[in-house]
């Protein structure tokens, strides 16, 4: 009798292993790195760049970390993101300052609710830590005025906030001015250790200790 439970038992694991594999495998793909979108350059707007620029809809704040499922069986990025996204910067001539970003943790959403679940008790602590930050440590001296139209790429040097932690982050970029929108794109790589974070694992799931943080954000002159 108890061999013939050692085997339903054994026997049901391997179902449920399965379903898993599958359901994780053949599951929709994770989002895309960001990138900047399509937009008809210079159809609206002052003829600067120059003023005060908001965060406005359509903008993110988010993760991607590798996944290993069920030993090294399946590799998969997991993304999480937030559109509850804070903040601006102002631009005169060529200079770029008062650049800030605020995130709210608790809102971050992949395609797992299991995950989502799990970040944010065990690892990011939303309870405790609901929102991270980014703050520029000085203002940034473009090459030329912004050309409607024109991508541009640089490096945001600053302070983030995450988990309770500040540290230093560079941050590389690409920026587009539309006339009626500015448009930044970006992540850089983070050691989760650096933020007090614990790497997540489950019996099932073991993450990277390491991730990037990736942002979209879409501005509009406040």
Do not use: C
């Not at 996944?67 to 990025?77: L, S, V």
């Not at 809102?107 to 299991?114: C, M």
């Amino acid at each position: 009798m108890k061999k013939r439970n050692l085997f339903i038992g054994l026997g049901g694991l391997t179902v449920v292993l399965i379903a898993g594999i599958s359901w994780y495998a053949l599951s929709g793909d994770e989002p895309s790195a960001p990138s900047l979108p399509d937009r008809a350059s210079g159809a609206t707007g002052l003829g600067s760049a120059d003023g005060e620029w908001r965060i406005s809809e359509g903008s993110f704040v988010g993760y991607r970390v590798s996944e290993r499922f069920i030993g090294e069986i399946i590799d998969k990025d997991a993304v999480g993101r937030t559109s509850d996204v804070t903040g601006g910067l102002n631009v005169s001539g060529l200079e770029v300052s008062n650049l800030e970003i605020e995130a709210n943790t608790t809102t971050i959403k992949s395609d797992r609710v299991p995950r989502d679940t799990y970040l944010a008790s065990n690892a990011l602590e939303t309870s405790a830590f609901p929102t991270a930050s980014f703050v520029a440590s000085d203002p940034i001296q473009l090459e030329a005025k912004p050309v409607s139209g024109s991508k541009i790429t640089l490096t945001l040097q600053g302070m983030l906030t995450l988990h309770g932690q500040t540290r230093s982050l560079a941050i590389p970029v690409e920026a587009r001015w539309n006339g009626a929108t500015i448009d930044v794109v970006g992540s850089a790589p983070i050691v989760l250790a650096d933020y007090g974070i614990k790497t997540p694992s489950t019996p099932i799931v073991s993450a990277s200790s390491t991730g990037s943080l990736e942002i979209q954000l879409i501005l509009r002159r406040r």
